[in-house]
């Protein structure tokens, strides 16, 4: 359904709602050994499954494959199809960097030129974080671009996200990473031809040319490629949409990055693991009441084709479960934000475990948390966009609509 | 899903995609022996509904009947609430006419006039093909009108097309034919009063009243009704949108019509029976990447009430899927365009049963492929025009969709 009706809808409450994802939870059967789920230890999941209403969603499409941006909007209520947001403003949001309305962000990687211009390794030799910094630095105290800030941030290793912030700027404008060594940078140039997209296109043209200079004299980082090079238009927040205080509670820039865009305040209390990010929880439990949490390794396992990691981290988490719980949240939703099946080794388009957690959520038949048990779910298969409406009205927070 | 979205992620493949359609396969208990699927033994179809992920399509619309051309272009995956195609354009399009852009097909019935003009007989008694082909080059040689070309193209026994091609013509002209007895043709008549509609029915009014002339002296085609009247407008192809060389493999005009309308390569080998399709699938297995194969007796014998002759034509089909999967194809798709139960002796507005088998379908426990086992399936029930995107997923033939 439509956000703009939900938001209509929505009603003040103090109910506290609690988003868990598994990124990249849905799979396949391995080996006959079942999915990671279905292979799994996971009594505490398998119990709350027992006490919930179960099933699926798609988070764009049928069919289609989503990337982690757009996948997690769909989670947060937004329709991916409506909102697009690109690499270079996600990657912006990741590194806490305060985006503005009007700012065109781009994803920076350091690469390595030969002497005739030609890119021989496309993460620059993969150099350390300090280097990265130390070439970040170099660069933001040499550019200067008449009539437009730049902003450099350094994100990790070689990347960093590039900030263009002035009057009149454009977005939609192509990579420069040519995606292949044995070929020089592309110049960035607009995909369409308006007068503020050539703008933007000739800022990043004297940018990169630039820093072609500063960098001579480096071996490895000796240049950067630009993606996802886009116009940042603010989403309308969980606070102006739902009378909700938000919460995210991350490892990785990139879903730090894309719950700000909801208008989540991003926990930064130097989490490391999986237990951190459940001490956090209860650390900030009474100063918000929608809380997103975000476990990343069900996925980089799953693109590694690693299916033991997988059941690993299922487990490890499943054990964090009843700390979870003993919080008393008024609804729980866990699930992913695509399938990331270990024998395909990526992301894929198949439909994402789910179940939902309240007090009237009507429990289903369903007593244990994997694709096949599910099947028989009380909810079937739901589109990505539906979660947050159904999370708002099972904590109460959803009005009659109509008379 | 928009087919522009899943168009936009389409990426080339080699693998190859079978589209396998029992027309009107869906259907109800026939006095206790189960639907037609569940009374005959298709162990074959069994047997792979156990190695796929398995459910229903909904063609059109929850309670919507759809009718032929409708529901393919569904499983085609053209959205047929936005695709309206004529049945003038299909009949044309099946007996092979060349429609360019702009032509206006309009469906031929030759009938019988009274010497009042009243209709005696909507079908001209059903005349022979021989005759029909006689009245069809009778007309084809009398009839001239200044500045259009018009074709009369013979379908079977009473059966034509009739193509106006010309400048500046539009469509949506009434049929003519009032479809009852006892009453006068009425005359083409422009549903939305425009100056390209107009000009569409004055040329039709000519035709009419020259083909009045011409048929005096016949004793029972002595006069011809026409129906959906519109204009071609071409749809874009499988091989614009989806990167797919795609071929069609049927038996009755109607359904290569449609399927040329995909821009699909029509194969004419003489085929007259099931097992014939299956021996042109195997001719031209390396020619193409996807391939729509039509069963049509299930549909009619649906309509005729013949349970056991649908149970009949399932169980030979049956037979058929080995030298089909024997190919080795990448992705199969077996369902239906639409239900049509023998006891209702038509088409309805029932899910359709539909499996997909691929590789990394996500199989369920669904072991039987008929009504009441399929409620089990994976798939739960999807609108008709997702089965493409799932086919083309499954054939690894979708990129991801954001970053």
Redesign the interface.
Known sequence: MSMEIVSKQAIPDETKLVLLIFDGLGG??NEGRGTALEAAQVPNLDSLAGDSVTGFHIP????????????HLSLFGYD??KY????GV?EALGVNFDLREGDVPARVNFCTLDAEGIITDRRAGRISSEEGQRIVNKLSSAIKIEGVETHLVHVKEYRAALILRGKGLGGGIRDTDPQATGKPPLPPTPIEDTPENRKTASVLSDYLTQARKVLADEERANMLNLR?IDLFEPLPTFQELYHLSPAAIALYPMYKGVSRLAGMTVQEHGQETNSDEFEILEKVWNDFDYFFIHIKKTDSYGEDGNFEGRVQVLEEVDALIPRLMNLSPDVVAVTGDHST?S??K??????VPLMIHAEHCRRDIVTAFN??AL??GGL??IHGTDILPLMLANGGRLGKFGA
Chains 1, 2 share one sequence.
């Open positions: 396949l059967d764009v499409a049928p069919g289609i494959t989503p990337g982690s941006g757009p996948a991916p199809l697009r947001i690109g690499r996600l996802g099946p024998p395909m990526g992301h894929s388009w198949h439909p694709e096949t099947l028989a079937g298969t």
